[in-house]
């Protein structure tokens, strides 16, 4: 199930910020984090994140569960750094057979694990926490994205719920015209694919009669839009994107005085 | 408020051989109402997109001139208005109120007149809701009286609508034709396209039927073009008043069961119901949106696992499977034994023509390559093919898509067949087809199960009808 709805709160102090706001704190605070290959950054990164989480009216339940695919993803990492690393220097912690556990094998792993959570995780935050039209609006005012782009992709987005529908009646309309793939894994792969073809070309249509809908409507034919619904990048937005600047810089501080610092490039 | 002047226009697409509208001279006064008429294929939709500016010049090739005040209809877009058949492609925005301004905007209208001029639209359409609702919680029929706030709310001088209730059920269809009736502004020109005739009189003042070779073929108030054309418009395939079709029931009483469903049902879609189908005998499925019928006949077609309840096949039609429920056959199995003909036909088509199309079923059952070409001729023929034998199925027209996707169900011989809306938006011709093909195949012991919404198919076949209910209400039961 593809979900799509914001889950906060709507009245969390932070949920309410300008989307573009929202955005530019989530971007500023991770490209601080991918300097460094270090997992101290990283850790702190993600106690500030989690910290925060409650002002923007997100629970932590429902941030595990939205979540849940990139904490496997980590987990299965996280396995198989430990297994297959090619650099086994530094104290040994576990031999067991051909695997030899090793700080430089775990500090690499970790640093890569918590990097891509700290990464994930704002960005995880944000959409929670977003209706997707007033990030389109924010974008369009705020950010000075084109309208042609903003209002195109969110009208594409709407019809995305509709494309696993349409799969499951494709799927069906199959069978009953009797085929189906039984036990063999290429006949498999050719009814994916034939099922895949079909939505893409439905996808199409759709796609064109609602350009045409839209075309009727006036969208993009020249005239200067007008907005119905103001979205407004005040100082409390600006304030959010500064924190998040500080903070990341907190976080590589910290890991730079206690000298694990291993900078991405040098 | 604004007229419309057309002067021997034309127009074909880039790359076709044949103009898809051609020579039509035709003058619509300021505030006139009209219904558009014609075959399939005569060209009212390309007409409408022309008189709407959505014919790129680049697109096609022109021929004569079309004007609207006096204007190229591409200059004078802020003057139209058009509602599109299918609800779903036409709603930009998650909130319906949002939809309705989306047009607003693009025409740059100041935003402090925005929102008043929405509820002002969604009052006039008779929207029941706040605007706030979620788009895609409306049923077609809300979404379709949507759409047409968006567009009343521009304020246009010409409203064009093409065919705005074909994909809607009997109720959605008549709460969007109230909605155009009350909403227009008494000096607003209409040009509505429309197969349904009867339903959509009460809206014109005014018939133009296109021929389909080219120009006008009747022009006047409804009743004198249908007193002389009548006849010759109902044979082309338009639904002309009072040209009833005579009914086709069973002339023997009904046979054996072939599938039995018990307190079958799929929560929340379908709740849990009885039914027998039998041989010889057409049952009609019939009930309000949301009541499950698209879903009991997934159930019944083999083609879900039901969520309550059992499906049965009698011996006869399970054959070697007997002993397991229809939904854990194999699909070549199924084919044979259960045909399901889907609401969108395109949803079904797998293969790259049309003779191929109609020849898959019976090479996956197994079938010799002599019988299968033997198979696929008489369809083609049967069901008026045969000249689109190497057309590609995603190019055909709404009805031939139809009768193709029937004559694919067909083509394995099932003892059953089970249909979900075959009649949707078919003309007069196709669909009077249809109720004679299934009323063959009852009449030769075959078992005929049609969910429909369409109350003249279900008097011209039906022997036997299952009303739904939507879940909350207490289930079907079969008398």
């Known amino acids: 199930m593809i979900d799509l709805e914001p889950v906060a709160t709507p009245g969390a102090p932070l949920a309410r910020r300008n989307p573009v706001a929202k955005l530019a704190a989530a971007m500023v605070f991770t490209i601080v984090l991918v300097a460094t290959l270090d997992p101290v950054a990283p850790a702190i990164a993600i106690a500030v994140e989690l910290a925060v989480l409650p002002l923007f009216g997100v629970r932590y339940r429902v941030l595990a569960r939205r979540a849940w695919p990139l904490l496997a993803a980590a987990g299965g990492i996280l396995v198989t750094l430990v297994l297959f690393a090619a650099d086994r220097s530094g104290r040994v912690f576990v031999e067991a057979g051909p695997v030899v556990v090793t700080e430089g094998v775990l500090v690499t792993a970790l640093g890569l694990v918590l990097r891509m959570l700290a990464v994930a995780l704002p960005g995880i935050i944000v959409f929670a926490t977003t209706d997707p039209t007033d990030l389109a609006d924010a974008l369009i005012q705020n950010a000075k994205a084109p309208a042609r782009f903003a209002i195109g992709a969110l009208a594409a987005f709407r019809l995305v719920p509709l494309l696993e529908q349409e799969w499951r009646m494709i799927s069906m309309a199959r069978r009953a015209r009797g085929v189906d793939a039984g036990r063999n894994p290429i006949a498999k792969l050719r009814l994916f694919a034939s099922i895949a073809f079909t939505l893409l070309v439905g996808a199409i249509r759709r796609g064109t009669r609602l350009a045409v809908a839209m075309d009727a409507r006036g969208f993009d034919a020249g005239t200067p839009r007008t907005v119905a619904r103001r979205q407004r990048f005040t100082r409390a937005d600006a304030l959010l994107v500064v924190t998040a600047a500080l903070l990341a810089a907190a976080a590589l501080t910290t890991s730079i005085l206690l000298g694990t610092f291993r900078p991405l490039i040098g | 408020m604004s007229g419309v002047v057309l002067r021997g226009f034309g127009w074909r697409h880039g790359g076709r051989r044949r103009w898809a509208v051609r020579g039509v001279d035709l003058r619509v006064e300021s505030g006139e109402r009209v219904l558009l008429l014609g075959a399939s294929g005569a060209g009212k939709s390309t007409l409408l997109a022309a008189l709407a500016g959505l014919l790129p010049e680049d697109s096609g090739e022109q021929e004569g001139t079309v004007e609207i005040d006096g204007l190229d209809p591409r200059k004078a877009r802020e003057r139209v208005g058009v509602l599109f058949q299918d609800p779903e ?32 639209a969604l009052r006039r359409v008779g929207f029941p809701y706040h605007r706030d609702r979620p788009t895609a919680a409306l049923s077609g029929g809300e979404q379709q009286r949507l759409a047409l706030a968006g567009t009343l709310a521009l304020r246009p001088g010409l409203l064009l609508l093409d065919e705005p209730t ?7 269809a008549t709460l969007v034709r109230r909605a155009v009736a009350d909403a227009l502004d008494a000096d607003t020109t209409l040009i509505l396209v429309e197969h349904r005739v009867a339903e959509a009189l009460p809206l014109v003042d005014r018939v133009v039927v296109l021929e389909p070779g080219g120009g006008v073929r009747a022009d006047g108030p409804p009743e004198a073009v249908f007193a002389a054309h009548g006849e010759a418009l109902a044979a082309a395939g338009v639904w002309v008043p009072g040209h009833t079709v005579p009914p086709r029931h069973a002339g023997t009483p ?5 599938l039995t469903a018990d307190r079958l049902g799929l929560p929340p879609r379908l709740a849990p119901t009885d039914l027998r189908v039998r041989t010889g005998e057409a049952l009609a499925v019939l009930g309000p949106n949301g009541a499950g019928k698209s879903t009991l006949a997934l159930l019944l077609g083999g083609l879900t696992r039901p969520g309550t309840g059992t499906v049965t096949a009698s011996a006869d039609l399970a054959g070697r499977d007997a002993r397991t429920p ?19 036909p395109e949803h079904q088509f797998v293969t790259a023509t049309v003779r191929d199309e109609l020849a898959l079923g019976p090479r996956r059952t197994g079938r010799s390559e002599a019988e299968t070409t033997a198979t696929v001729d008489a369809l083609l023929e049967r069901l008026r093919l045969d000249r689109l034998a190497g057309a590609n199925p995603y190019t055909l027209s709404g009805g031939e898509a139809r009768r193709l996707s029937v004559a694919t169900a067909l083509a394995t011989a099932p003892r059953l067949l089970i249909c979900d809306e075959p009649t949707f938006g078919q003309d007069r011709r196709t ?6 093909l299934l009323a063959e195949l009852r ?10 919404h369409d109350a003249d198919f279900v008097a011209a076949l039906a022997d036997r009808t299952l009303t739904l209910h939507r879940p909350a209400d207490p289930g079907g039961v079969d008398p």
Not at chain 2, 90 to 98: K, P
Not at chain 2, 326 to 344: E, N, Y
Not at chain 2, 443 to 452: L, Q
């Open chain 2, 443 to 452: 009449d030769a012991g075959h078992g005929v199960v049609t969910v429909t």
């Open chain 2, 89 to 120: 492609t036409q709603l930009v925005m998650a909130r319906s109120g949002d939809d309705v301004a989306f047009g607003l905007e693009n025409r740059g209208v100041p935003a402090e007149e925005i929102w008043p001029r929405v509820d002002e």
């Open chain 2, 326 to 344: 229809p939904h854990r056959w194999r699909a070549p199995a199924l084919a044979g034994r259960i045909g399901s003909v889907f609401q969108d």
């Open chain 2, 254 to 258: 009904a046979g054996d069961v072939l």
């Open chain 2, 166 to 172: 074909a994909n809607l059920d009997p109720t959605g």
């Open chain 2, 431 to 436: 669909w009077r087809e249809l109720v004679d």
